[in-house]
């Protein structure tokens, strides 16, 4: 397995708000990558993202069992709700974190199978011979009105409240998350990303430079300078994974 990650600060924004992680494990086949996208005033936004992904994997590292991986899934859950409750403690209990939270979207490769957790609007997305698939659902006012057939698709991407979320880490004390399990072919590749790149770059932009014949580290350049170019009004993170090792 392989995997490469970028998280660009864009062309507009002061402060870095997004985190990614990746995981180096090895000794197993079982990697798993996590995007997280912080909101909140002055640093909590970085900092409820930051801390969503350290205390994730500090139950993870407590609590993972190398000889059993049909329960990644339920793992997964459990460090999501560790995760959150901590951070909603932390604003609790710290005035200047009052309101901070953070999208959350973790993947995780084991052997033919991807299994994910998530919460907000970043996004899961599988490329292969099918093409380019979103396994997510965005948390999102405006999905949800798409989804209720009050407004269109096209009519989303340029409403005055396209960046409000519905769902996020740290903001109630009980969160519940999707979940998400797919078949991974063998050439396939996965994408977790920030709404930066997706409220900059078409899905059908970001399938035509995965179906480039280049490694992944050009690909997520790519996506990232693409971005870029369409704006970047907003933090870019973009994490490409296989299950192959030359990348």
Same mark, same amino acid.
Do not use: W
């Given at each position: 397995?392989?995997?490469?990650g970028?998280c660009?600060?864009?062309r507009?924004?002061?402060q870095?708000?997004?985190?990614?992680?990746?995981?180096e494990?090895?000794n197993?086949?079982?990697e798993?990558?996590?995007?997280a996208d912080g909101?909140g005033?002055?640093n909590a936004g +970085?900092?409820?993202s @930051?801390?969503s992904?350290? %205390?994730?994997n500090?139950?993870i590292?407590?609590n993972? #069992?190398t000889e059993?991986?049909d329960?990644?899934l339920d793992?997964f859950?459990s460090?999501l709700?560790?995760?959150?409750k901590?951070?909603?403690d932390m604003?609790?209990?710290d005035e200047s974190l009052?309101?901070?939270?953070t999208?959350f979207?973790?993947a995780?490769?084991?052997?033919?199978?991807?299994?994910g957790?998530?919460?907000g609007d970043s996004?899961?997305?599988v490329?292969?011979?099918k093409?380019?698939?979103?396994?997510?659902?965005?948390?999102?006012?405006?999905m +949800?009105?798409?989804r @209720?057939?009050?407004i269109? %698709?096209?009519?989303a991407?340029?409403h005055p409240?396209? #960046?409000?979320?519905t769902?996020?880490?740290?903001?109630?004390e009980n969160?519940?998350?999707d979940?998400?399990i797919?078949?991974?072919d063998?050439?396939g590749?996965?994408l977790?990303?920030?709404?930066?790149?997706?409220?900059m770059v078409?899905?059908?932009?970001?399938e035509k430079i995965?179906?480039k014949k280049?490694?992944?580290?050009d690909?997520?350049d790519?996506?990232v300078?693409?971005?870029?170019?369409?704006?970047?009004?907003?933090n870019?993170?973009?994490?490409l994974a296989d299950?192959r090792?030359?990348?």
């Amino acid at each position: 397995m392989g995997a490469v990650g970028r998280c660009d600060l864009g062309r507009l924004r002061q402060q870095n708000e997004d985190s990614i992680y990746i995981s180096e494990n090895p000794n197993t086949d079982f990697e798993y990558y996590i995007v997280a996208d912080g909101m909140g005033g002055h640093n909590a936004g +970085e900092i409820a993202s @930051r801390r969503s992904i350290e %205390l994730f994997n500090e139950y993870i590292d407590k609590n993972f #069992n190398t000889e059993n991986y049909d329960d990644i899934l339920d793992l997964f859950v459990s460090a999501l709700r560790y995760s959150n409750k901590a951070l909603y403690d932390m604003s609790l209990n710290d005035e200047s974190l009052n309101g901070m939270g953070t999208t959350f979207t973790a993947a995780a490769i084991c052997g033919r199978r991807l299994y994910g957790i998530h919460i907000g609007d970043s996004r899961l997305y599988v490329y292969d011979k099918k093409g380019l698939r979103q396994l997510t659902k965005d948390h999102s006012f405006v999905m +949800e009105m798409v989804r @209720r057939g009050q407004i269109t %698709l096209d009519e989303a991407k340029n409403h005055p409240r396209k #960046n409000v979320i519905t769902k996020a880490i740290g903001i109630e004390e009980n969160m519940p998350a999707d979940t998400i399990i797919c078949d991974l072919d063998e050439n396939g590749i996965v994408l977790l990303c920030s709404d930066g790149l997706v409220n900059m770059v078409e899905d059908k932009d970001i399938e035509k430079i995965l179906k480039k014949k280049t490694n992944l580290a050009d690909k997520a350049d790519m996506l990232v300078k693409l971005a870029n170019k369409n704006g970047g009004t907003d933090n870019i993170s973009v994490i490409l994974a296989d299950r192959r090792v030359d990348n």
